[in-house]
């Protein structure tokens, strides 16, 4: 099993800032990857930030603006916001690929987490 803790969305105005983080813990032999991604109403879900042992990758309407890192253990992954643009709203979601076991994969979602930016 698998267990995930979102938190740190909120409302705020554009050109403010917010930071998310997500913990995630249970039964992962090896975490491959670890990421957010967002859902605004009516759109498909997409991309918003990626982490890896091999580095970050970033959706084209975030970059420069967001930044992904990680705590202290790799299975907490930080989501800095900045400049925050009313088109940012959308729901947040945590997101891990990991291995179960060797050569056992899995993945797993967060419940989502709601950010609003007011224009």
């Known amino acids: 099993q698998v267990d995930m803790v979102e938190s740190g969305g909120g409302f705020v105005q554009a050109g403010g800032s917010l930071r998310l983080s997500c913990e995630v813990s249970g039964s992962i032999f090896r975490l491959i990857a670890m990421g957010w991604y967002r859902q605004a109403p009516g759109k498909q879900r997409e991309l918003v930030a990626r982490?890896?042992?091999?580095?970050?990758d970033y959706g084209d309407s975030v970059k420069g603006r967001f930044t992904i890192s990680r705590g202290n253990v790799k299975s907490t992954v930080y989501l800095q916001m900045d400049s925050l643009k009313p088109e940012d709203t959308a729901v947040y979601y945590c997101?891990?690929?990991?291995?179960?076991?060797?050569?056992?994969?899995?993945?797993?979602w967060g419940q989502g987490t709601q950010v609003s930016v007011s224009s």
């Open positions: 997101h891990t690929n990991f291995y179960r076991a060797v050569g056992v994969p899995g993945e797993h």
């Open positions: 982490i890896t042992d091999g580095g970050t």
